[in-house]
């Protein structure tokens, strides 16, 4: 049975033990002969009967003729029963009969008398499970069936003196006879507790009006394991001429209730604190500091080494050394400061026995309970863990609970219970608690420990996929902070790059898929790719988001997900290429947060680009706007997770981002840094990206270019041209290669192409060789037979030449090639 199981057992229990409280409980006291020798107002009440008319009159007069005599015999007889009840009728004063539940108790004097307590509650205002009996149950049958009854009754004079009382209580609070009759309670047990109850009963016995369903903890007998809970409820004692005879007092033990409540209230306190983050040593720490003060002075919680970094726990734990490497530690927690008990710290590793029960607890997958810890020589944790039973001696460790970490079939790790200065040892019942603790943190730990394999694998696919090396050329210096959002909200999908791009220009690129997790990272590195392969194919921002708007919609229309669960793709994106022969940036921008440009003098600026529709929404064009950029000028791209947050719009954001880039002259890589430190949180909740790139400009001496007479004579033009420009620059050695370069481009184009046609060269980290004309047409290389004349021009470009391509351009097209440069070479 679980705790929760229990719980409702044991409330059940004291429900019907309190019934009679609950209800307008009648209260009589009886001689030895059945007499009535004091009675209550709520006895009054119930059968319309004054004190006057009814003390000194045999109680069975109210009852039914057999009735009355069945109860006159039963109290008359030497072996009367210690009590009973039933139901019967009483009748009342205006001669009716009442259906009533009678409960009677003998009770002990000082002179060896008897007397009798009746309680009598009508049968209108009972439970519906008290007052459904059947005709078995009238009270001659029940008088035949004599039963234990577990409430304690006292009665009391008027100085409060303990005159009569019953079996039950003698047993409850463990005082004999000879301590209690004829003293105050504060006489035979002092305490606060029972001064306090002796002004209640001064109370009642002024006012006459009953105090019921009072709780106490007290007077527990030197046999208790704990200090028991009572409900009690007091009534004044009329004598004949209405004149307060006494108090009786009747007490229930709530004891096992009042625990029952206690362990429901902890385990609401475990629903609301552990399991808060998904942060897998916060969840363990958060088990440890609720077990302890309520369940345990000393807990720990040690999880398999595995488990922290998400990884699957160990079928079986694996022996080194005569060790176990299984544990680390998650959660510590202590009544004493500093946790003096523990030998290893929060996060350490932590090492055991391979025979302990630590490890009995693992493979079992059961807990270990030990109420009575014994670490004298010759036990298992003297024998095993030397330090261990000398940390139990010094610290009065003197019971333990080890119960497994179990989630999804697996065994996590062992928490760890024990008390010091509680001297109560453990019990079953605190076993069970545990148990329920500790299997409702597993599933937190778990979540937490799956949550965290998943970001392992996608910050590591992201780190994979983000550029580690990037840089802008010539054209423009580069640098990049990216803040992966905070575990609880997950990774997201936010990537950048710097791709370079022919003609010494240099694209930049942010864009942030919608979501979290594996799937946004995975989708993230779909789109760089598809960025980077479109960028290769030099096309203008406008037409490369639009292109990459088609590749969005297609991967999210080709998904194997099901239908129902599938959704909408969706990204943000913003591309920009930058020139440094005419310093213009072009830029394009699919419903991403616009560019700052922040000028020479640290002036911040957001330039009016058209925003775009997202990625994946389709059938919005897309288009580019260009600025022209002073050289030194800095180009800020970011996504919206530097600024947004969740009590600001990205208004404010904007604003702030201004602020911190607003510092001309600190170095690039510095002002990345402080602007992200000055905007970003301290657990971000969204991927936080930031690419800076300061631009450089290329002069007259590094660029030049010739207007080529549309005539094949252009090619010999061409490459004295060509090698007259590089003997000045100092590149004789990429004379002969870019001689043969320039004469196939040339000659190519005057015999493709149409004029004009225009050579120009660019010397930067690589010498470029440019060739434009006017035709659409795009060279395409082939492979020739040996027997063909030609076909072999783009093939010989391709073996002399890094790299090379075609890009379009509003009057026609450029044939480009690279060739690298030694570094003393390059543009310093």
Avoid at 538 to 562: H, I, M, Q, Y
């Amino acid at each position: 049975m679980d705790t929760a199981a229990q719980t409702a057992t044991s409330q059940d229990q004291t429900a019907r033990r309190t019934a009679f409280q609950a209800a307008e409980t009648a209260m009589a006291l009886l001689d030895a002969s059945g007499t009535v020798v004091g009675w209550t107002q709520a006895a009054e009440r119930l059968v319309g009967h004054t004190a006057a008319e009814v003390v000194g009159r045999s109680a069975a007069s109210l009852l039914p003729d057999a009735a009355g005599r069945a109860v006159a015999a039963a109290l008359t007889v030497d072996r009367a029963p210690s009590g009973w009840s039933g139901h019967t009728e009483v009748r009342h004063r205006d001669g009716r009969w009442i259906d009533a539940r009678l409960w009677v108790q003998s009770l002990s004097g000082h002179d060896g008398g008897a007397r009798w307590i009746v309680s009598a509650t009508g049968r209108a205002t009972l439970p519906p499970w008290v007052a459904d009996g059947t005709a078995a149950d009238a009270l001659p049958a029940a008088l035949r069936l004599p039963g234990h009854l577990p409430v304690g009754v006292v009665i009391r004079d008027t100085e409060l003196r303990c005159t009569w009382v019953n079996d039950t209580q003698g047993e409850r609070d463990g005082l004999p006879l000879e301590q209690r009759l004829g003293r105050r309670l504060t006489e035979a047990s002092p305490s606060p507790q029972a001064e306090t109850l002796e002004a209640l009963m001064r109370q009642v016995l002024e006012s006459g009006v009953p105090a019921t369903n009072v709780e106490f903890r007290a007077f527990a007998p030197a046999s208790a394991r704990r200090e028991p809970t009572f409900l009690a409820s007091f009534f004044r004692l009329d004598d004949a001429q209405a004149r307060a005879l006494g108090v009786c007092v009747v007490t229930v033990d709530v004891s096992e209730s009042r625990r029952a409540r206690e362990r429901l209230a902890v385990l609401s306190e475990a629903s609301r604190r552990i399991g808060t983050t998904l942060d897998i040593m916060r969840t363990g720490q958060e088990l440890a500091d609720l077990a302890v003060p309520l369940l345990a002075d000393y807990a720990t919680v040690d999880l398999a080494e595995s488990v922290p970094w998400g990884e699957e726990p160990p079928a079986r734990p694996g022996a080194q050394g005569g060790c176990v490497p299984a544990f680390r530690r998650a959660g510590l927690a202590s009544v004493r400061r500093g946790a003096p008990e523990s030998l290893f710290g929060r996060g350490e590793p932590v090492l055991v026995p391979t025979t302990s029960p630590f490890t009995g607890v693992l493979h079992s997958g059961t807990s270990h309970f030990e109420p009575l810890l014994d670490a004298s020589p010759g036990t298992w944790i003297d024998v095993q863990d030397t330090r261990r039973a000398r940390t139990v001696r010094d610290h009065a460790m003197h019971s333990l609970m080890i119960v497994p970490i179990r989630a999804r079939g697996a065994v996590l790790g062992v928490a760890l219970f024990l008390r010091t200065e509680n001297p109560l040892p453990f019990e079953e019942d605190d076993l069970l608690l545990a148990e329920e603790l500790v299997s409702r943190a597993a599933l937190s730990l778990d979540n937490a420990r799956r949550y965290a394999r998943e970001r392992s694998a996608a910050l590591a696919l992201q780190r994979h996929l983000l550029p580690h090396h990037a840089t802008g050329g010539t054209a423009a210096e580069v640098a990049w902070r990216y803040l992966p959002a905070d575990s609880h909200h997950g990774v997201g999908g936010d990537w950048f790059d710097v791709i370079p791009l022919s003609g010494a220009r240099v694209a930049l690129v942010v864009g942030d898929v919608v979501g979290h997790g594996i799937n946004a990272a995975a989708t993230m590195g779909q789109l760089r790719t598809a960025v980077r392969t479109l960028a290769n194919l030099d096309l203008p921002p406008d037409e490369l988001l639009a292109r990459l708007d088609d590749t969005v919609t297609g991967l999210s229309a080709g998904a194997s997900v099901p239908e129902p669960a599938r959704t909408t793709m969706t990204a943000t994106c913003l591309y920009a290429v930058y020139d440094p022969i005419t310093r213009q940036c072009t830029m394009a921008r699919a419903g991403h947060p616009a560019p700052a440009i922040i000028d020479p003098d640290g002036g911040v600026t957001f330039p009016d680009l058209p925003t775009g529709a997202p990625l994946g929404v389709g059938m919005v064009p897309f288009a580019s706007a260009t600025e022209e950029l002073p050289e030194g000028s800095t180009l800020a791209l970011y996504t919206d997770g530097l600024v947004e947050t969740h009590d600001h719009d990205i208004g404010v954001g904007m604003c702030r981002l201004s602020t911190a880039l607003a510092r001309p002259g600190l170095p690039l890589d510095e002002l990345c840094s402080t602007t992200v430190d000055a905007l970003s949180a301290e657990a971000p909740r969204d991927d936080v990206t930031l690419l800076l790139a300061r631009t450089h400009a290329l002069g007259p001496s590094q660029v030049v270019s010739w207007e080529l007479a549309p005539e094949p004579s252009a090619a010999g033009s061409a490459r004295a041209l060509a090698s007259a420009q590089l003997a000045r620059w100092g590149l004789e050695d990429q004379i002969p290669v870019t001689e043969l370069i320039v004469s196939e481009l040339v000659t190519n184009a005057i015999r493709h192409g149409t004029g004009p046609f225009r050579l120009r060269l660019v010397r930067h980290e690589s010498l470029t060789c440019e060739v434009h004309d006017t035709s659409g047409c795009a060279p395409r290389r082939r492979q020739a037979r040996s027997t063909d004349e030609g076909g072999r021009g783009l093939l010989i470009v391709d073996q002399l030449s890094s790299r090379w391509g075609t890009r379009y351009t509003a009057d026609g097209k450029i044939i480009w090639t690279e060739q690298h440069l030694a570094p003393a070479n390059g543009s310093g």
